[in-house]
């Protein structure tokens, strides 16, 4: 089950689970658009693969008790600010290589 995060890890911006603007790696480590386009350069400090949108969990249940009321989003953040100098050298080398080549 995808783990639905309320915030962003670096800049602790609300991401509910509508958001459109949330981002999640294989590991769905989630950050903001912001940070994910501005600070990160599309590598996840954490694992250094890259992002994608985070699907939205359907708020009714159209089908077979598959929403949000029934497995609900997560209510603890995970805030782990980035360093910016350190994910710099970090994402140096891997933000010229596509995510799925990493």
């Known amino acids: ?25 294989s590991y769905e480590c989630t950050f903001c658009a912001d940070c994910v386009d501005g600070l990160l350069q599309n590598v996840c400090p954490n694992c250094g693969g890259g992002f994608v949108p985070r699907p939205v969990r359907p708020v009714r249940n159209w089908k077979g008790d598959n929403y949000l009321g ?5 209510t603890e953040a995970k805030y782990r600010p980035v360093d910016p100098a350190a994910h710099a050298a970090f994402a140096a080398a ?5 995510p799925a080549d990493r």
Do not use: F, N, Y
């Open 70 to 74: 029934k497995d609900p989003a997560r």
């Open 1 to 25: 089950m995808l783990e639905l995060r309320p915030t962003c890890e670096h800049c602790d911006k609300a991401l509910p689970p509508a958001a459109p603007d949330a981002r999640i790696c």
């Open 94 to 98: 891997l933000a010229r290589i596509a």
